[in-house]
Nanobody, 125 residues
Framework: QVQLVESGGGLAQAGGSLRLSCAASGLTFRRYAMGWFRQAPGKEREFVAAINWSGGSTYYADSVKGRFTISRDNGKNTVYLQTNSLKPEDTAVYYC??????????????????WGQGTQVTVSS
């Protein structure tokens, strides 16, 4: 049974930072590209960042480029999202997802096969 479990969310002030983690089990982690998506109340789920199986290639949404960093540790079956210079508009539930295909960089949710339950990030102004 595949499980993706996010953690690290919480309340931050504008300009602050949070480090999100996503621990994977039940799959061969190194064979999957990993992505982070987010969904704010009343809005559609949107792509945030993705990383290929080795960690050698990353892709970001324009809205977070230069502020967020995605990384992974294949030895720990974990993907991270370092969020810096947070803004109130970053408030959302953040989800990690796993993609075994080759189109992970497109940031399309439909390409991702497995999803976590999400972790809430709230940024106050």
């Amino acid at each position: 049974q595949v499980q993706l479990v996010e953690s690290g969310g919480g309340l931050a002030q504008a300009g602050g930072s949070l480090r999100l983690s996503c621990a994977a089990s039940g799959l061969t982690f190194r064979r999957y590209a990993m992505g982070w998506f987010r969904q704010a109340p009343g809005k559609e789920r949107e792509f945030v960042a993705a990383i290929n199986w080795s960690g050698g290639s990353t892709y970001y949404a324009d809205s977070v480029k230069g502020r967020f960093t995605i990384s992974r540790d294949n030895g720990k079956n974990t993907v991270y999202l370092q969020t810096n210079s947070l803004k109130p508009e970053d408030t959302a539930v953040y989800y990690c997802a796993a993609d075994s295909g080759s189109n992970w960089y497109r940031g399309e949710a439909g390409n991702y096969e497995y999803w976590g339950q999400g972790t809430q990030v709230t940024v106050s102004s």
